[in-house]
């Protein structure tokens, strides 16, 4: 397999421009440079929250939060304050007083990346800021089919591709929180069980944030069988996010990150994956490159990948999960 530079054109050149015209939709910044533009804001989180936040295998430091996610949250921080003022404008010009709807952040990448590390520091981190207190985070695995229907349909094997997700349910989710309704609620996912938890329901009571995480949340609208485009999650968006690294990187991050689990959630004997927990480490690598080239990278490189140029804001990484490069869309 080519590594990701090559299987996906990069954002800038999705816009159609020509790659020589010297035009990009992104402004392009380095780790240096974007870590200068809040260098006057305290971070507000110690050690202790970042080894609750970071994921297995992830090397999240103080100083990645420093100079990656306080930028950052400063960042959304303006954007959630201009949809304010916005919000204000429209209703004055329409002589109607309503309430504002949760501002809602898409945050996509592959399986293994770190995207799930990602969407909670910047959850804890906006929950800091005085006009975001109340920040709630979704992921899309609540919205998988139930193991039992996916076999019925023959998907097992194609868990975490689009089709394996119910989109009608999680579309609804989404356009119930932005339309501004008081409860919401969004299935619990078990990543022990590798399941659907029957009976069990995540509730959002009308968020200043909500933070929606998941494999394909920047995927463009499907095409309906009277061929006019339906809606897309993203549709709801107000600001997107990609976690991005070299297909290389990401697959030996997901085997190290299964040959860690196997003295993990794997040994647990409730575990979907206990089958795994005895494997050596031969064996583990094998299994672990097999399910990726069988699954996941197949994902990544029809599915994911090419969303990548639909994020506003696209977070690079290097071999060692440290966020090197940042492109920004310009507004």
């Keep these: 397999m080519t590594d990701r530079t090559k299987a996906a054109p990069h954002p800038a050149k999705a816009s159609g421009n020509a790659p020589d015209s010297g035009f990009s939709p992104f402004v392009e910044l380095d780790r240096q440079t974007w870590s200068r533009l809040s260098n006057e804001i305290r971070s507000p989180l110690n050690q202790d929250d970042i080894l609750r936040l970071r994921g297995l295998g992830e090397r999240l430091s103080l100083d990645e939060v420093r100079e990656v996610y306080l930028p950052l949250s400063r960042l959304l921080n303006l954007y959630v304050a201009a949809a304010g003022r916005l919000h204000s404008a429209t209703t004055t010009f329409l002589g ?42 979704i992921t899309t695995d609540g919205f998988l089919y139930p193991n039992a229907e996916l076999k019925r349909r023959g998907l097992m094997d194609r868990k975490g591709f689009p089709e394996s997700y119910d989109r009608r349910a999680l579309l609804r989710f989404v356009s119930a929180v932005k339309s501004g309704a008081e409860e919401v609620r969004a299935p619990r996912y078990s990543h022990l069980t590798y399941d659907i938890v029957p009976n069990e329901e995540i509730v ?123 492109l920004l869309r310009k507004t």
């Design 96 to 137: 109607e007083k309503t309430t504002r709807t949760p501002f809602v952040i898409g945050v996509a990448g592959s399986v293994a990346v770190g995207k799930s590390t990602t969407a909670r520091v910047l959850r804890e981190m906006l929950r800091r800021w005085p006009d975001t207190p109340n920040v709630e985070l």
């Design 204 to 326: 959002v009571h009308r968020p200043d944030v909500l933070i929606v995480e998941g494999l394909n949340v920047l995927a463009p609208a499907r095409t309906r069988a009277d061929g006019r485009a339906g809606l897309a999650l993203s549709d709801f968006f107000d600001f997107s996010i990609y976690v991005d690294a070299r297909t290389s990187y990401i697959e030996e991050w997901y085997v190290q990150r299964f040959m860690s689990l196997r003295g993990g959630a794997f040994a647990d004997p409730e575990s979907y994956f206990h089958r795994y927990a005895g494997l050596t480490d031969t064996e583990a690598r094998a299994t672990a490159l097999d399910i990726w080239k069988r699954i996941n990278e197949p994902n990544l490189v029809t599915n994911v990948l090419p969303t990548r140029g639909r994020a506003q804001l696209v977070l690079t990484k290097d071999a060692d999960h440290s966020v090197t490069r940042m």
